[in-house]
């Protein structure tokens, strides 16, 4: 019967549901309440308490069976207040690798004198869900993890927020589709040797960066490893500096979707993924090659990223922000509600023609 009623109301209230954006606050309009299963059971109670008290004529009995009844209303009104009020907004989703969680962060701003407790937060699954308390005055940072099954952009989607706070008696809840979503990586494959070299310079040899020979100094850039840090120039307070190296090789080093000795498409973007990090790790300059795109030879955080970017979103089209239907125009509105009229005037003028032929 309470799962009947909660998917009841979760198709009424899916009717009404938008993408949320900013900053939202809960209201008595978005926040739902229905008994628990304990909540029937304590009506039942309450029912066959009355029941005897005036059988009986209990006057005690009356008492504590009003008293109880009190209690549950109470207990429905602090349910309530323990959601009413909130200010929630959605945070960023870091990338991640599939077959990692991606961790969803919403910041819950409670600005009641009075703290929240036992707040719940869990996708539509209802498999993965956060518990957490609300500080009075205080903005609570809360991380919703969700498994990233597969690459492209993973949604948070349809989430509940719920309490049962303080007696279990009532079932308090609202939805939240913030328009969030994390960027999903190919998972990388198992180690495998980085491709040959595949095109020649014009003097056959090319200098590039690698493990060799010292090359010098440069300042220090984010994404740089640590252990290339200069660490006696630091100590000499000369600023933060990184050692630079090269290495002379026949050929610059460019990953292709087609060297991937693969034949299925998902293993060779693992293949590649797997390329991407091993080439940046060794401090190479790398290119990557994907049917449509190219990335020119470079290194760096901010190089690796927009590659792994590009492998996670190879072949997929970009997701639709889902939209609001747009509100009918006054001008529509008029011509909807003449439609009828000006259907009897036709019908008055054919008979009025026919009468006089």
């Given at each position: 019967m309470i799962a009947a009623l909660q998917q009841r109301f979760s198709a009424w209230a899916m009717g009404r549901q938008r993408i949320h954006e900013g900053t939202i606050t809960l209201t008595q309009r978005s926040i739902y309440i229905i008994p628990t299963r304990q909540g029937f059971a304590f009506v039942g109670v309450l029912v066959l308490m009355l029941l005897g008290d005036i059988n009986y004529t209990l006057s005690l009995g009356y008492v504590l069976t009003f008293l109880l009844a009190t209690m549950a209303v109470m207990s429905m009104l602090h349910a309530f207040r323990n959601m009413v009020q909130?200010?929630?907004?959605?945070?960023?989703?870091?990338?991640?690798f599939a077959g990692d969680n991606a961790q969803f962060v919403f910041h819950f701003h409670n600005t009641g004198a009075l703290a929240r407790h036992q707040v719940h937060l869990h996708d539509i699954s209802k498999a993965h869900g956060v518990v957490f308390d609300l500080p009075a005055q205080q903005t609570t940072e809360v991380k919703l993890a969700l498994p990233a099954t597969r690459r492209g952009w993973l949604t948070?989607?349809?989430l509940t927020l719920y309490t049962e706070?303080?007696?279990g008696l009532f079932y308090t809840w609202s939805y939240l589709n913030f328009d969030t979503r994390a960027l999903v990586y190919p998972k990388p494959a198992e180690p495998i040797p980085l491709p040959a070299s595949v095109a020649q310079s014009g003097t056959g040899t090319v200098s590039m960066a690698g493990d060799e020979d010292f090359a010098g100094l440069r300042?220090?850039?984010a994404g740089d490893t640590p252990q290339r840090i200069a660490w006696k120039a630091l100590a000499r307070e000369q600023g933060l500096q990184v050692k630079q190296f090269?290495?002379?090789?026949?050929?610059e080093l460019w990953l292709d979707l087609n060297l991937a000795p693969h034949e299925n498409l998902e293993q060779k973007l693992a293949i590649l993924t797997r390329w991407v990090l091993d080439a940046e790790a060794q401090g190479l300059l790398y290119g990557l090659r994907l049917p449509g795109s190219e990335l020119l030879p470079d290194?760096?955080?901010?190089h690796r990223d927009e590659c792994l970017r590009a492998l996670a979103l190879f072949g997929l089209s970009e997701p639709e922000t889902p939209s609001?239907?747009?509100s009918p125009s006054p001008a529509s509105v008029r011509g909807e509600r003449?439609?009828?009229?000006s259907r009897l005037r036709e019908r008055v003028a054919r008979s009025v023609g026919r009468g006089v032929s």
């Open positions: 909130l200010e929630i907004r959605a945070g960023r989703a870091d990338p991640v948070s989607g349809r706070f303080p007696l300042g220090y850039a090269s290495a002379t090789q026949g050929s290194r760096g955080a901010a609001l239907s747009p003449q439609n009828p009229l």
